[in-house]
Nanobody, 126 residues
């Protein structure tokens, strides 16, 4: 059974930083593209960032480009998201997800991801 668990969320002031982590078990982590998504109250879930199985290719949503950095450690089956210069608009539940297909291309479409964590709350105060 695949398990995806996020950690590292919390409350931070605008301009601050947080680092989210995600641990995955039950699948061959190094074969799956990984993504971070977020959903704010009343809004649709949106893609934040993704990273291919090798870690060589990353992609970011326009709203987080230059502020967030995704990384992975295939030896530890972990995914991270370093979030800097946080803004109140970054407030959301953040989800970690693994691609359905192995060796998939990066995508900001949630439909390409089949394994999801329960999410972790990030709240940025102004």
């Amino acid at each position: 059974q695949v398990q995806v668990v996020e950690s590292g969320g919390g409350l931070v002031q605008a301009g601050g930083s947080l680092r989210l982590s995600c641990t995955v078990s039950g699948l061959t982590f190094r074969r799956h593209t990984m993504g971070w998504f977020r959903q704010a109250p009343g809004k649709q879930r949106e893609g934040v960032s993704c990273i291919t199985s090798s870690g060589f290719i990353t992609d970011y949503g326009d709203s987080v480009m230059g502020r967030f950095m995704i990384s992975r450690d295939n030896s530890k089956s972990t995914l991270s998201l370093q979030m800097n210069n946080l803004k109140p608009d970054d407030t959301a539940v953040y989800y970690c997800a693994a691609s359905v297909a192995i060796y998939a291309a990066c995508s900001n479409s949630s439909g390409e991801f089949g394994y999801w964590g329960p999410g972790t709350q990030v709240t940025v105060s102004s």
